[in-house]
């Protein structure tokens, strides 16, 4: 059976983000009911920018693989260009087809990310309707 | 007796393993057919119009009613109401009946394995009237725990499922009955997973709402029915407004119909009900007996097959006692919709997630689970595969 890509499979099974102890400015949790997937993120600021990225969670692999790909696509990163990343650019990330059942598991990460740093921003939340599933 | 060649799906995707009944089942070819002579043949609309043609149409539309009515058994064909689904048929309880006769402090009492359509309208209601919720526990195999003290001369409703669309359970409804005509209580009884696999009979069972989907019953979606005693719809003011339910509109008021018109707002679902009284037809021509012994059969292979796997836990009672063909689990390690990706990699349709059924969920303190479903048209050999699946899926998570 040949599932998901090796990648997504990698960073699944032995991811580098999820459950890192850091001293987290910025924390938010969202979930996936239908599916039962859940996620917090953990964010440490410095200097305007994203210094450390943490998450814990349970869900599929998708889900999981790309929150912890995305600790290395927002390091460095500042709050603006955090907010200016779109569903293709998490595609882009994981490299993979990601069909439509499959694409709130693939931007769980995401939406919690944006969220975290909109609500800090005392800004609207975003919902899945501003990502064009 | 091979009833797979009645699901024409089977025909264009010979290839499906389709697993997932309990979401909505397949249709047989005389559903559609009957269906299609409609359209073709009878089409116009019902209860109003003054030519041969909507007589026919609408003589169609209330002998579907008949076959509802004898189905569940009913007193009287217009103790059946027409609707789109069970949970809009919830929804109209919760609404007509409760706004009228539930007020602050009254007690609703559901069970902790309903699905969300059995709950939302009564946390609505909550809302609106500040009524109290209690909730009849669960065992940690499944079966749901009737403890008679959560039923006080304060509760107004019971509302119970009579089989769990997660758990496959089908709780002992009598004594949860008994006990609430004891406090006067009105019972809503939830057949929607029920109904296609056992006999209904609302009088034997003395239900005063059963509610059910179209749908899971082999007839089309959008068509769903609610059962109530006649002597409670009548004291039930209208749920919707509109053309059909009146008897009488002026300027500043209106006289509703009577019964059903008087629930039946607007142009109803007509070719849904032919297509539901069709499928009633082909279940009755089958027979529950025939039906059980196919399906039970089925669900006592699929549990003893996921019992050889170590790694399987089952989520729900893992005999065969007092339970349908639905059978749910999850494996440590490998979240649901992995498994059910696993799966669709082989054409099979399993459903995956949290099955409207959250509180459930939080009880079992699991995400989510994997629920394969079984119904007339399945075989041993589609559960061969999805074993064998099954095992590729835990192997490529576990090297």
Request: charged fraction near 25%; charge should be neutral; hydrophobic fraction near 40%.
């Amino acid at each position: 059976m040949d599932l998901y890509a090796q990648n997504i499979l990698d960073r699944y099974k032995t991811p580098f983000f999820k459950d890192k102890k850091i001293k987290a400015d910025l924390k938010r949790h969202e979930a996936n009911h239908s599916c039962g997937d859940a996620i917090d993120i953990s964010l440490v600021t410095s200097g305007g920018k994203v210094a450390d990225y943490s998450f814990t969670g349970a869900g599929c692999a998708i889900s999981m693989a790309a929150a912890d790909m995305m600790g290395d696509l927002v390091k460095g990163m500042t709050e603006d260009e955090i907010l200016k990343l779109t569903k293709d650019d998490i595609y882009k990330m994981l490299g993979i087809e990601i069909s439509m059942r499959r694409s709130k598991c693939a931007l769980l990460g995401l939406i919690t990310l944006q969220n975290a740093i909109l609500a800090e921003q005392k800004k609207p939340l975003r919902t899945w309707g501003d990502y064009d599933l | 007796m091979d009833y797979r060649q009645d699901f024409p799906i089977f025909k264009s995707r010979p290839d499906l393993i389709y697993l997932d009944s309990a979401a909505t089942s397949q249709k047989p070819q005389v559903v559609l057919d009957l269906m299609d002579e409609f359209y073709k043949k009878r089409n116009s609309n019902v209860h109003r119009g003054t030519y041969p043609l909507s007589e026919e149409a609408t003589e169609a539309y209330e002998n579907a009613r008949k076959t509802v009515s004898s189905f569940i058994n009913a007193k009287h064909s217009h103790e059946v109401i027409f609707t789109r689904n069970a949970t809009e048929s919830v929804n109209l309880v919760a609404r007509a009946y409760g706004d009228a006769f539930l007020n602050k402090g009254d007690e609703v009492l559901l069970t902790k394995m309903e699905h969300h359509s059995n709950i939302v309208p009564w946390l609505q209601l909550k809302d609106r009237k500040g009524i109290v919720l209690k909730y009849l526990d669960v065992s940690k195999d499944g079966r749901l725990i009737f403890d008679s003290k959560l039923i006080t001369a304060k509760t107004k409703i019971v509302s119970v499922t009579a089989m769990s669309n997660v758990l496959g359970t089908i709780p002992d409804l009598k004594p949860i009955i008994a006990a609430a005509r004891a406090v006067g209580a009105k019972v809503l009884v939830d057949a929607c997973q029920s109904v296609v696999h056992m006999k209904t009979d609302v009088q034997e069972l003395d239900a005063d709402f059963l509610v059910f989907s179209g749908h899971k019953l082999y007839a089309p979606t959008g068509i769903g029915v609610l059962y109530a005693k006649a002597d409670i719809l009548n004291q039930m003011p209208p749920f919707l407004g509109g053309g059909d339910m009146i008897h009488e509109v002026f300027l500043d008021h209106f006289i509703a119909d009577e019964l059903p018109a008087k629930f039946e707002a607007g142009t109803p679902h007509i070719a849904g009900a032919i297509g539901l009284k069709a499928a009633i037809d082909y279940v009755n021509k089958i027979g529950f007996p025939t039906i059980q012994k196919i399906e039970n059969e089925l669900t006592e292979y699929t549990l003893s097959q996921l019992k050889t796997l170590p790694y399987v836990q089952i989520v729900g009672p893992k005999d065969m006692v007092a339970r349908g063909s639905v059978v749910s689990f999850v494996i440590n390690g490998i979240h649901p919709h992995d498994i059910a990706e696993g799966f669709a990699t082989k054409n099979i349709c399993i459903r995956a997630g949290q099955h409207c059924a959250q509180p459930l969920m939080d009880y079992f303190e699991i995400p989510a689970t994997a629920r394969i479903s079984l119904a007339i048209y399945n075989t041993k050999e589609e559960i061969d595969t999805a074993v064998t699946t099954l095992k590729e899926v835990y192997k490529y998570f576990n090297p």
